[in-house]
């Protein structure tokens, strides 16, 4: 891990963690830059050095590393995670009777964020430039739910009984109360993979004996830079691998010391002639908090870096698309941005 | 100028009086960082490009004016496809990658268990 690096290449590669602030952060390896290197694209290098590492993979989340990428094309895909990736959320909500106490807007924004379980590349976009089609709910583009529930006391309840939950019956509305109203042939498409609300134990309202629930909401397709109820994700991040260089060998009471300064796991003390000695087991797990720095015995032993090329994704679905899913569909947005562009320049001839 | 006469341009061009090809900017709308930075990353990656840099030109407008700056006459709009196209083709190949290490750790996942 300590192999030396020439300084033009540790410019380069690594971002360097000072004391004081953070050295070598913007790409720099353009052509014309640094003598003797040939930083022009080639999709054969580019090839060669990148690969993917899947860490971790369940239904809701991931953490995959990406290496031998820009940090500009990276974080294209972070931001289309985030922003540009469509999913179906319920965007009309038709209150033919609200006598609840949540308010008929409040209740509207709390109904809109529910995560719907719908596969959005089998629905279109509305078009809401028509104003013919303005209030036509369609089969290709909108799902219809409903929400009809009225609480009422609940006959079996004990005289002397306090508790909403057993003297009332419906006190609680959820999110497993909505239902799919399917339109058109929706019913026979859609059979295998019923519409629904992600999470069953979603809160929407408490009620009282009398008061009623009367809604029908669409959901449309839509994406998270209008409303951040249509994003696919819970989070999408990444961070750069963390790397972290002993210059000097660190024994005994300042190896302890050094030891505490990162996050577990990252050092490890072996003995080495009845003395222990500091080595860096895991990098990856540091957090990169440089409390080292502060101990100004320490701050010279160590060179803390991070690696510029290596992105350590991690994506936490809502649970409307799974999460590998999600990252595949963010590569194809940007793709599909660069062919629009290309088809535009193929069809209108530019001068 | 391209995108004359329709109602939605999603690329203009616009040139300075007198300006010769290989200094244009272009206007692309509905677009922001998410294109911009990595096409400004593929076309700087172009020895054929003395300059290439872009602006949101205001937070409430959706477009972005990239401007292309080459070497040697070449007509701006080169670069620009070329970048795109170099653009797409790494996204073909993270996706082909992705997938299929997807794939790789899906099965591995499932060995254990049989």
Redesign the interface.
């Known amino acids: 891990m300590a192999a030396p690096m020439s300084n033009v290449e540790e410019i380069r590669s690594r971002v360097i963690l000072g004391e004081f602030g953070v050295k070598n952060v913007h790409?720099t390896d353009?052509?014309?830059n640094y003598p003797g290197f040939d930083?022009?694209?080639d999709?054969k290098r580019?090839?060669k050095n990148?690969?993917?590492?899947?860490v971790h993979?369940d239904e809701n989340s991931m953490e995959?590393d990406?290496v031998g990428?820009?940090a500009?094309?990276a974080?294209?895909?972070r931001?289309?995670l985030l922003?540009?990736v469509p999913t179906m959320a319920i965007e009309k909500v038709f209150i033919y009777n609200n006598t609840s106490i949540v308010q008929d807007e409040v209740l509207a924004h709390r109904l809109g964020l529910i995560p719907i379980k719908a596969d959005p590349r089998l629905f279109e976009f509305k078009n809401t430039g028509e104003e013919s089609a303005e209030e036509e709910a369609s089969e290709i583009d909108t799902i219809q739910l409903q929400l009809k529930i009225k609480c009422s006391r609940n006959p079996r309840a004990s005289k002397d009984s306090s508790d909403p939950r057993e003297l009332y019956l419906n006190h609680m509305v959820y999110s497993k109360d909505i239902e799919w109203v399917p339109i058109g042939n929706q019913a026979d498409v859609f059979a295998d993979s019923c519409i629904r609300p992600v999470h069953d134990d979603i809160l929407i309202a408490q009620l009282r004996p009398g008061q009623e629930l009367d809604i029908i909401m669409h959901c449309v397709k839509g994406l998270g830079k209008d409303h951040a109820k249509f994003s696919p994700v819970a989070t999408a991040s990444y961070r750069l691998l963390p790397e972290i260089t002993l210059l000097e060998t660190v024994e005994g009471e300042k190896a302890e010391r050094l030891k505490r300064c990162f996050s577990r796991g990252v050092i490890d003390l072996e003995d080495a002639h009845g003395k222990k000695v500091a080595k860096v087991v895991n990098s990856r797990l540091d957090t990169c908090s440089r409390e080292v720095l502060r101990h100004s015995d320490l701050k010279n032993c160590v060179k803390l870096g991070r690696v510029r090329d290596h992105f350590i994704f991690t994506v936490e679905s809502t649970g409307i698309l799974p999460p590998?899913v999600l990252?595949?569909e963010a590569?194809?947005v940007?793709?599909a941005?660069?062919?629009?562009?290309?088809s535009?320049?193929n069809s209108?001839?530019?001068? | 100028m391209a995108g004359e006469g329709e109602k939605k341009p999603v690329l203009e061009m616009v040139q300075a009086d007198g300006a010769d090809d290989g200094c244009v900017t272009f206007v692309m709308h509905n677009e922001d960082h998410t294109l911009g930075n990595s096409l400004r990353y593929m076309i700087m990656k172009n020895p054929e490009v003395e300059f290439c840099g872009y602006t949101i030109t205001h937070p409430s407008e959706s477009k972005i004016n990239f401007r292309i700056q080459t070497r040697g006459g070449i007509p701006a709009v080169e670069p620009l496809r070329n970048g795109l196209n170099d653009l797409h083709d790494v996204c073909q190949h993270v996706l082909n990658t992705f997938q299929a290490r997807v794939n790789e750790f899906k099965e591995g996942q499932e060995q254990p268990m049989e």
Not at chain 1, 337 to 342: A, D, P, R
């Open positions: 790409t353009f052509p014309g930083d022009t694209w999709m580019f090839q990148f690969r993917v590492d899947v993979l995959f990406m990428i820009d500009a094309i974080n294209a895909f931001r289309i922003a540009e590998d990252v595949t590569i194809k940007l793709m941005k660069c062919q629009s562009f290309l535009e320049m209108v001839d530019m001068e």
